[in-house]
C-alpha cells in the first residue's frame, strides 16, 4: 500500500513563475520527510528535507512547508527555471528496528517552458 | 571523489538469462540498498544490507538475489524468474548513524530484455 501519494504525475509551468509539487502521506509515525530531483538515466539527488517538527525550510529557490494535521507536504520552487525541468521525488522515513526506511512517492515530473 | 558506481550504464539480457548489475561505493558506508523504477511507480525497495554478510528483502524481491561478501559491493543478480526485469535499476548507500538524507544514490542501470 502506497504510503507517500504524489497525486500529480506531471506539471508545466513557465519560466519566472512558480512551481508547487504536492505530496500527502499516511503514516503519522514519519518524523523526516525529503525531496529528491531526479534527470533522466541519472540517480536521485537529494534536495531538501523537512523535520516533522518542523513546518518549514527554505533554501535558496526551494520551500518545503509541512502540514501535519493534514498529512500533506509541497515543494515550492520560485522562480522556476528551465533546469529545473526533472522529476521530483518525495520521499518519508521511518525509524525501525533496521534502521531508517524511505517510502517514494512516484514521482512528479516538471516542466519548466521558456 | 567519493561516491557510488553502478555498471554497466546499460545492458541488455535474452530472456531466460541471468544478469548481475555492480554497485560499488568508496564512501565507507554501511547500508547498501537496491531500487528498481518504472515508469510512474516511484522507487520500490529490492533488497538492502547494513552489515557484511547480511541482507534483507524489500518490497519486491521475488526473482532477485544479492550479496554483501565486502563493504564496498552489493551487486545485484536479475534472475530469470523475475517476470518484468526490464527497468531502470539504482543502488544506493548510507551511513547508518546518519539522518535519512544521508542517502547517496548511484547513476542507474537500464536493464533491457531482448
Known amino acids: 500500500d502506497q504510503q507517500v501519494k504524489q497525486n500529480s504525475p506531471s506539471l508545466s509551468v513557465q519560466e519566472g513563475r512558480i512551481s508547487i509539487l504536492n505530496c500527502d502521506y499516511t503514516?503519522?509515525?514519519?518524523?523526516?520527510f525529503l525531496w529528491y530531483k531526479k534527470y533522466p538515466a541519472e540517480g536521485p539527488t537529494f534536495l531538501i528535507s523537512?523535520?516533522?517538527?518542523?513546518d518549514k525550510n527554505e533554501d535558496g529557490r526551494f520551500t518545503v512547508f509541512l502540514n501535519k494535521s493534514a498529512k500533506h507536504l509541497s515543494l515550492h520552487i520560485v522562480p522556476s527555471q528551465p533546469g529545473d525541468s526533472a522529476v521530483y521525488f518525495c520521499?518519508?522515513?521511518?525509524?525501525?528496528?533496521?534502521?531508517?526506511?524511505?517510502?517514494f512517492g512516484k514521482g512528479t515530473s516538471l516542466l519548466v517552458t521558456p | 571523489d567519493g561516491g557510488i558506481t553502478q555498471s554497466p550504464k546499460y545492458l541488455f539480457r535474452k530472456e531466460g538469462q541471468n544478469v548481475t548489475l555492480s554497485c560499488e561505493q568508496n564512501?565507507?558506508?554501511?547500508?547498501m540498498y537496491w531500487y528498481r523504477q518504472d515508469p510512474g511507480q516511484g522507487l520500490r525497495l529490492i533488497y538492502y544490507?547494513?552489515?557484511?554478510?547480511?541482507?534483507q528483502k524489500g518490497d519486491i524481491a521475488e526473482g532477485y538475489s544479492v550479496s554483501r561478501e565486502k563493504k564496498e559491493s552489493f551487486p545485484l543478480t536479475v534472475t530469470s524468474a523475475q517476470k518484468n526485469p526490464t527497468a531502470f535499476y539504482l543502488c544506493?548507500?548510507?551511513?547508518?548513524?546518519?539522518?535519512?538524507?544521508?542517502?547517496?544514490f548511484g547513476s542507474g542501470t537500464r536493464l533491457t530484455v531482448v
Open positions: 544506493a548507500s548510507r551511513e547508518l548513524r546518519d539522518s535519512p538524507y544521508g542517502y547517496t
Open positions: 503514516n503519522s509515525m514519519f518524523d523526516y
Open positions: 523537512i523535520s516533522s517538527i518542523k
Open positions: 520521499a518519508a522515513s521511518v525509524w525501525t528496528d533496521s534502521g531508517y526506511a524511505l517510502n
Open positions: 564512501l565507507n558506508h554501511d547500508a
Open positions: 544490507s547494513q552489515i557484511v554478510n547480511d541482507f
